[in-house]
């Protein structure tokens, strides 16, 4: 039997093999890290959820003590409720939605910091037992957000490093895999905050 006269079907065939491995290993490791960033927005969502369960018992011993704070209480209601709103899909998440999702967020952090100082007027509540866990829980829960927040940031750096490589790229566009934002700081951050006494 003559091999020469199948030597090109043999070659052609093991580039097939190696070019198929090449990309299906691609689009593997882009979904692998996709799955990674997924997870972390779900951690993302859930350090937000549990600040969002926190408001409502907040916002109800506040009530119980300060009246005339009413409209401070309406405000963070309200921003928690703009927050809730907003959803994300980690598989088609924009910077634009991104965008939203984080002021909306920052609304609700700027609404409670109004609120936890205008307790500072109330010395009964500030003793409040009940109160003072609530306050300790929140402040619990903003850490687990910024945890939850870098650690998004740091699982969309690889994927959006091996999408946007080359040749990796090339592929990435003909899949359809589009690069996914990084959570920022929100406009205005950078500045010093404003203390008044």
Known sequence: ??????????????????????????????MSFEQDVKESWGNVN????????????????????AEHEK???????????KA???????????????????????????SLSRLLVSVEQYPNLKADASFM????ELASTENQILTARTRFNEAVKPYNNNINTFPRNILAGMYG???????????GAEKPAEVKF
């Open 1 to 30: 039997m003559d091999f020469k006269k199948f030597l090109p079907w043999i070659i052609v065939a093991i580039v097939v093999i190696g070019m198929y491995s090449w990309a299906s290993g691609i689009y593997n490791k882009a």
């Open 46 to 65: 859930t350090s937000y959820q549990r600040r969002n369960d926190l408001i409502p018992n907040l916002v109800n011993t506040v009530k119980g003590y």
């Open 71 to 81: 409209s401070t209480l309406t405000a963070v209601m309200e921003a928690r409720s």
């Open 84 to 110: 809730t709103s907003i959803t994300i899909d980690p598989k088609n998440i924009t910077p634009e939605k991104l965008a939203a999702f984080n002021s909306a967020q920052s609304g609700v952090s700027s």
């Open 133 to 136: 866990k609530l306050q300790d």
């Open 177 to 187: 895999l589009k690069e996914k934002p990084y959570f920022e700081a929100v406009a």
